[in-house]
């Protein structure tokens, strides 16, 4: 079995979230069931991953805040290989030499989570645009609530057992329920409203890319960012399903990672340039 270290996680760092990463940590992942090749995750200094950037951008550089969980953190592939950074390398080969695109994901976040990512963290660095890439468990239980309910599972060396049965008998605790409800909508409406007046509270725009669809209901979730205004990207089923994921895994490998940055780099490179125009 995999060794469940998907990143060095920080609980109450003091700024407003509840859980952060540690600056300068590392953690060597394995699989969070099944054994996976080892993929290094670290750190920066800044506390988040890719490389440092200085709070204010260089002129003339756009900088773009990519927020999510670990799909945009990137478990299972090394820092260079995470969805921010070949976004970047895609938009840049668009012609946008001048982009950045700083990764702020953080694995097991919800969209709560994400907006205290934003407004505690990520806006530091003064984005022009703030990318969320949103997955189908983003309405589900907050990390935070989790790492504190769930401390009894890491029991020493029964660990792996207990994660083992845990997996087997509760899976509603790994996955969203794949029916929609009228709360979630209302949820994900207010949460977006939210992130989308804060990003704008900086003179930023919001927008989100739709890997997999928290509602259950595509046409609920297109409807909902087309009433507010929120541009965005949905990935229709037979395009994520071209994205090579990890083995019994589920999060994508360096090539799927590049093959949905080249997919949303064109259309995330027109809504750059008419933002900086």
């Known amino acids: 079995m995999g060794n469940f ?41 800044m506390g988040y991953r890719g490389p440092e950037r200085p709070l204010r951008a260089d002129p003339g550089v756009v900088r773009l805040a990519a927020l999510g969980d670990s799909f945009t953190f990137g478990v299972g592939v090394g820092d260079e290989d995470s969805l921010p950074a070949a976004l970047e390398r895609a938009v840049r080969r668009q012609g946008l ?12 976040y919800n969209l709560d989570e994400v907006i205290d990512q934003y407004v505690y963290f990520a806006r530091r660095w003064k984005p022009r645009a703030a990318v ?59 949460g977006l409203v ?14 989100v890319v739709s890997l997999q669809d928290p509602l259950h209901d595509p046409a609920a979730t297109r409807r909902i960012l087309a009433d507010l205004g929120i541009a965005s990207y949905v990935f229709q089923p037979n ?14 490998t360096a090539r799927g990672n590049e093959t949905a940055a080249s997919t949303i780099a064109p259309w995330l490179s027109d809504a750059v340039r008419r933002v900086t125009e």
Not at 239 to 252: K, S, V, W
């Open 132 to 190: 969320y890439f949103v997955v189908n468990n983003d309405l589900d239980e907050a990390l935070c609530s989790r790492a504190q309910s769930h401390r009894w599972l890491r029991l020493g060396g029964y660990w792996r057992t207990l994660r083992l049965f845990i997996f087997t008998f509760a899976p509603g605790e790994f996955a969203s329920p794949p029916v929609p409800h009228t709360e979630d909508e209302v949820r994900f409406r207010a």
């Open 239 to 252: 395009e994520y399903d071209r994205l090579e994921g990890i083995p019994r895994e589920g999060h994508f």
């Open 5 to 45: 270290d998907f990143a060095p996680f920080v609980l109450r760092p003091g700024d407003g979230r509840c859980v952060a990463l540690r600056p300068g940590g590392e953690s060597r992942y394995s699989g969070y069931l099944w054994r996976v090749p080892t993929a290094v995750h670290r750190v920066n200094s």
């Open 194 to 207: 939210r992130l989308r007046d804060e990003v704008a509270r900086d003179g930023a725009t919001l927008y």
């Open 97 to 108: 030499p001048a982009v950045e695109v700083l990764n702020f994901g953080i694995p097991g």
